[in-house]
């Protein structure tokens, strides 16, 4: 199924294209394209906790979906023909990704485990920080790792 969404793909930049500089200029603009749609997902999610009640503000983490499918579907279809890419920290990013994050996170706090309802908020946003810092610490090595044992697939296979 990865093939044919990623044929699919391919094939409609093909067809709209009439030659290599239109197709590189075509990429680039989907990549382009693609770039602000995570940070405007995590918007969308913020908006949403703190406007959908109760329990139900949870449901903001479905406008996260599209992307983390569609990044996993583009990474499965990429991993077969190169290494994941070693990526390093842009500190800029990761402190503007953090802002409808964190107004995500506090928004569900607020509406989900508010104390008024016998919750402890406090606990959900320790617990949310700590995910938080976990993620930014180990990112970096399992990046690493994953390039490697990828690296070494694709060695072997070229070796056979």
Request: net charge neutral; glycine share 4%.
């Amino acid at each position: 199924m990865i093939n044919a969404i990623a044929n699919y793909s391919l094939n409609e930049i093909e067809r709209t294209t009439r030659d290599e500089f239109e197709r590189d200029t075509c990429l680039k603009a989907c990549a382009i394209g693609m770039t602000p749609i995570p940070f405007l997902e995590l918007i969308v999610a913020a908006i949403l906790a703190w406007v959908l009640p109760g329990q139900m503000s949870m449901l903001c983490f479905l406008a996260l979906a599209p992307s983390i499918i569609g990044n996993s579907i583009g990474t499965a279809w990429m991993r077969k023909r190169v290494a994941t890419p070693l990526v390093s920290r842009n500190w800029t990013a990761i402190a503007v990704y953090l802002i409808p994050l964190i107004a995500m996170f506090a928004g569900i706090a607020y509406n989900a485990y508010a104390p008024a309802d016998g919750h402890n908020p406090v606990a959900y946003l320790i617990g949310t920080a700590v995910g938080a810092i976990t993620v930014l610490i180990l990112t970096p090595f399992i990046r690493r790792r994953q390039h490697r044992r990828d690296q070494a697939r694709l060695d072997a296979e070229l070796e056979d």
